[in-house]
Nanobody, 120 residues
């Protein structure tokens, strides 16, 4: 199995910044796409940002220009730099990673979630 260890969540004032970190360990094989998702109680889990192993990124419209996703393949780590945070960014944030054993066997793993709260 693959374990995803997250850090960096917390309480920040509107307009502030946070950086989330997620490192994969365990029976990794090769980590493919990685990403960040968020979910509030009663809501659907939604994509925030994803990044392929080759560095191609995708963002949900509400965070474009404010958030930046990056990764280090050698360290099996992905970061989410969050700037100009708004109260509506308050959510539980989850790290996701694809473990690629073969082209036909790709397994998806999720982190435990880290809380981000934006409040004055």
């Amino acid at each position: 199995q693959v374990q995803l260890v997250e850090s960096g969540g917390g309480l920040v004032q509107p307009g502030g910044s946070l950086t989330l970190s997620c490192k994969a360990s365990g029976n990794i094989f090769s980590i493919g796409a990685m990403g960040w998702y968020r979910q509030a109680p009663g809501n659907q889990r939604e994509l925030v940002a994803t990044i392929t192993r080759g560095g191609t990124t995708d963002y949900t419209d509400s965070v474009k220009g404010r958030f930046t996703i990056s990764r280090d393949n050698a360290k099996n780590t992905v970061w989410l730099q969050m700037n100009s945070l708004k109260p509506e960014d308050t959510d539980m944030y989850y790290c996701k990673a694809d473990s690629v054993r073969t082209v036909r066997l790709i397994m998806t793993y999720w982190g435990q979630g880290t809380q981000v709260t934006v409040s004055a």
